[in-house]
Protein backbone atom coordinates (compact mmCIF):
# COMPACT_ATOMS: atom_id res chain seq x y z
CA UNK A 1 0.00 0.00 0.00
CA UNK A 2 1.38 3.49 -0.66
CA UNK A 3 0.15 6.74 1.26
CA UNK A 4 -1.13 9.06 -0.68
CA UNK A 5 -0.73 13.34 -0.46
CA UNK A 6 -3.40 13.61 1.57
CA UNK A 7 -2.31 10.72 3.70
CA UNK A 8 -4.53 8.35 2.52
CA UNK A 9 -4.79 4.78 2.35
CA UNK A 10 -6.85 2.18 0.44
CA UNK A 11 -7.78 -0.88 2.21
CA UNK A 12 -8.06 -3.63 -0.20
CA UNK A 13 -11.16 -5.57 -0.79
CA UNK A 14 -10.22 -9.02 0.13
CA UNK A 15 -9.63 -7.81 3.77
CA UNK A 16 -12.77 -4.97 3.13
CA UNK A 17 -14.93 -8.40 2.61
CA UNK A 18 -13.14 -10.64 5.20
CA UNK A 19 -13.94 -7.96 8.22
CA UNK A 20 -17.34 -6.51 7.07
CA UNK A 21 -15.90 -3.33 6.32
CA UNK A 22 -18.62 -0.65 4.58
CA UNK A 23 -18.61 2.52 3.45
CA UNK A 24 -19.13 4.45 6.54
CA UNK A 25 -18.04 2.88 8.59
CA UNK A 26 -15.37 4.23 11.04
CA UNK A 27 -11.90 3.12 11.81
CA UNK A 28 -9.04 4.30 14.15
CA UNK A 29 -5.59 4.08 13.16
CA UNK A 30 -3.78 2.97 16.57
CA UNK A 31 -0.17 3.15 17.69
CA UNK A 32 0.47 -1.01 19.42
CA UNK A 33 4.08 -2.28 20.81
CA UNK A 34 5.31 0.14 18.18
CA UNK A 35 2.97 -0.85 15.37
CA UNK A 36 0.20 0.80 13.42
CA UNK A 37 -3.26 -0.98 13.33
CA UNK A 38 -6.69 -0.29 11.78
CA UNK A 39 -9.11 -0.94 14.43
CA UNK A 40 -13.28 -0.44 13.95
CA UNK A 41 -15.05 2.40 16.43
CA UNK A 42 -17.84 1.08 18.15
CA UNK A 43 -21.01 1.77 17.16
CA UNK A 44 -22.72 4.91 18.86
CA UNK A 45 -26.28 3.96 19.83
CA UNK A 46 -28.55 5.53 17.93
CA UNK A 47 -32.15 6.27 19.47
CA UNK A 48 -32.64 7.31 23.24
CA UNK A 49 -33.97 3.32 24.00
CA UNK A 50 -30.77 1.80 21.96
CA UNK A 51 -28.85 4.11 24.74
CA UNK A 52 -30.91 3.10 27.88
CA UNK A 53 -30.54 -0.69 27.32
CA UNK A 54 -26.67 -0.42 27.09
CA UNK A 55 -25.11 -0.83 30.48
Known amino acids: MRINSKGQVTI ?4 RRKYSL ?3 DE ?4 EID ?6 RRPVA ?11
Do not use: D, K, M, Y
Request: no cysteine; aromatic share 4%.
Open 12 to 15: PAFL
Open 22 to 24: HQG
Open 27 to 30: VEVV
Open 34 to 39: NTLQIV
Open 45 to 55: PTSRTERSVLP
